[in-house]
């Protein structure tokens, strides 16, 4: 068996106004969502220095859309996906995506850090590289 074969999985990010961000490995058919960007990730190839993350559909106050620690109490938050993820940029449309925690409306995956946003409150958390990331259309699904 040959562990070294690795797949991309291909990630959608949607938000609802801006406000409430999701994560579907499939395109959403909620009407209600704008479809903000997506991008591809690795799926770990069994190589023993590799770090594991967990990818969420969702994240709320306290929780992140990615974690490297499955929480095996938590039976109501399930991962959809694992992944590696690197911090170089592999390709020519890989960028940084950034996980920022909002204190007004919650955790927010974007493709720009908003650090020096004062009005969202928002402070970065993590950030990794993606690839084959293409902005999403502004119009409704």
Same mark, same amino acid.
């Given at each position: 068996? $040959?562990? +070294?074969?690795?797949e991309d999985t291909? *990630?959608?990010? *949607? +938000? *609802?106004?801006?406000?409430d961000f999701r994560m579907f490995t499939q395109p959403s058919e909620h009407s209600l969502y704008?479809?903000?960007?997506?991008?591809? %990730?690795?799926r770990p190839r069994g190589n023993p220095d590799e770090t594991a993350y967990f990818i969420y559909s969702e994240a709320s106050s306290g929780e992140s859309f990615?974690? +490297?620690? %499955? $929480?095996h109490s938590n039976y109501s938050r399930f991962p959809i996906d694992v992944v590696v993820l690197n911090n170089e940029r592999v390709g020519r449309n890989s960028r940084r995506v950034y996980l920022i925690d909002r204190s007004n *409306?919650?955790?927010m995956i974007s %493709?720009? $850090?908003?650090?020096n946003v004062i009005c969202c409150k928002g402070k970065q958390t993590f950030s990794f590289i993606a690839n084959n990331v293409t902005e999403g259309k502004k119009t409704l699904l």
């Open positions: 068996m $040959d562990i +070294s074969f690795a291909i *990630y959608h990010v *949607y +938000s *609802y106004n801006g406000k704008f479809e903000e960007f997506r991008f591809t %990730l690795q990615v974690t +490297s620690k %499955l $929480d *409306y919650g955790p %493709l720009y $850090d908003h650090g």
